[in-house]
Antibody, heavy 118, light 106 residues
Framework: EVQLVESGGGLVQPGRSLKLSCVAS????????MNWIRQAPGKGLEWVAY????????YYAETVKGRFTISRDNAKNTLYLQMTSLRSEDTALYYC???????????WGQGVMVTVSS | DIQMTQSPASLSASLGETVTIECRAS??????LAWYQQKPGKSPQLLIY???SLHTGVPSRFSGSGSGTQYSLKINSLQSEDVASYFC????????FGSGTKLEIK
């Protein structure tokens, strides 16, 4: 069974940093591109970042470019999102999601909450 | 950036009814469109991709159609477990989501 389990969220002050993790199981992690997608409370979905299976291709939404860094460790079956210079508008539930060709998301984690507030 | 305009924002229908949700792209997305269902308190689940391909395990009462800039999701014979929010997503050029449609039972 495919499982994606996020962790690392919490309450953080504006301007500070936080690192999210997503541990994958039930599939060959190193064969799949992975994404971070977020959902502000009561709002819609916003794609945040993508990393290809071998980390050769990385893309970011304009809203986080230069502040967030996506990475992965295929030996540990783990996806990461390093978030710096956090703003109140980054407050959201962050999901990791597996990429299913041609560019959609077939498995999602349960999400981890990030709250940016003083 | 491609903008996705989804309608209606909310919808109330009776059990057994057929409902349709629309999504309009700001430019041609060449069938690069997916639909997701998000039940209350849960993660989104993929329903449809390539505008009309049903994802594995999704009931056949769900169907997608459209082309160019106009796409729709149809749910036949509405059931209580279909209460959810539905989102469209384009993947022709980067990735953007529609604002969602909240479906309730009347």
């Amino acid at each position: 069974e495919v499982q994606l389990v996020e962790s690392g969220g919490g309450l953080v002050q504006p301007g500070r940093s936080l690192k999210l993790s997503c541990v994958a199981s039930g599939f060959t992690f190193s064969n799949y591109g992975m994404n971070w997608i977020r959902q502000a409370p009561g709002k819609g979905l916003e794609w945040v970042a993508y990393i290809s299976s071998g980390s050769s291709y990385i893309y970011y939404a304009e809203t986080v470019k230069g502040r967030f860094t996506i990475s992965r460790d295929n030996a540990k079956n783990t996806l990461y999102l390093q978030m710096t210079s956090l703003r109140s508008e980054d407050t959201a539930l962050y999901y990791c999601a597996r990429k299913f060709p041609p560019g959609v998301f077939d498995y999602w984690g349960q999400g981890v909450m990030v709250t940016v507030s003083s | 950036d491609i903008q996705m305009t989804q309608s209606p924002a909310s919808l109330s229908a009776s059990l057994g009814e057929t409902v349709t949700i629309e999504c309009r792209a700001s430019e041609d997305i060449y069938n690069g469109l997916a639909w997701y269902q998000q039940k209350p308190g849960k993660s989104p689940q993929l329903l449809i991709y390539n505008a009309n391909s049903l994802h594995t395990g999704v009931p056949s009462r769900f169907s997608g159609s459209g082309s160019g800039t106009q796409y729709s999701l149809k749910i036949n014979s509405l059931q209580s477990e279909d209460v959810a929010s539905y989102f469209c997503q384009q993947y022709y050029n980067y990735l953007t989501f529609g604002s969602g449609t909240k479906l309730e039972i009347k």
